[in-house]
Structures are given as structure tokens and as C-alpha cells.
């Protein structure tokens, strides 16, 4: 599954899918999204620009 992250908020990012749905999703949904996908590591990497 292709999909697209775009942090809208300190808590809130999009999800936008190659099929044309998207969900925006807490920090917490996109953590256990993430490790669904096997991609926990895009989650620190999000927290971290969000931050600077």
C-alpha cells in the first residue's frame, strides 16, 4: 500500500493513499498505523522535524 505523510499540526498529520482516500490521524494513530505498515521509525523521524 502507497501513501503519502503530511504533518498539519504538532499533534495531527494526513495520510493521503495512492487510491485517493486519506484520514487525518493523531499522533497515537499514526504511531500504531505506522507499525502496522512495519515503518515505526517514520513516526521519530516526523517528531523530530515537527520539533525544530
Same mark, same amino acid.
Given at each position: 500500500?502507497? @501513501? =503519502? *505523510? &503530511? #504533518?498539519? &499540526?504538532? &499533534? !495531527?498529520?494526513? /495520510?493521503?493513499?495512492?487510491?485517493? #482516500? @486519506? +484520514?487525518? *490521524?493523531? &499522533?497515537? +494513530? *499514526?504511531? $500504531? @498505523?505506522?507499525?502496522?505498515?512495519?515503518?515505526? $521509525? /517514520?513516526?521519530?523521524? *516526523?517528531? !523530530? =522535524?515537527?520539533?525544530?
Amino acid at each position: 500500500m502507497s @501513501f =503519502n *505523510l &503530511n #504533518r498539519i &499540526n504538532p &499533534n !495531527q498529520t494526513q /495520510v493521503f493513499f495512492h487510491d485517493g #482516500r @486519506f +484520514e487525518t *490521524l493523531t &499522533n497515537e +494513530e *499514526l504511531e $500504531d @498505523f505506522l507499525l502496522q505498515m512495519g515503518l515505526s $521509525d /517514520v513516526q521519530e523521524s *516526523l517528531e !523530530q =522535524n515537527a520539533t525544530e
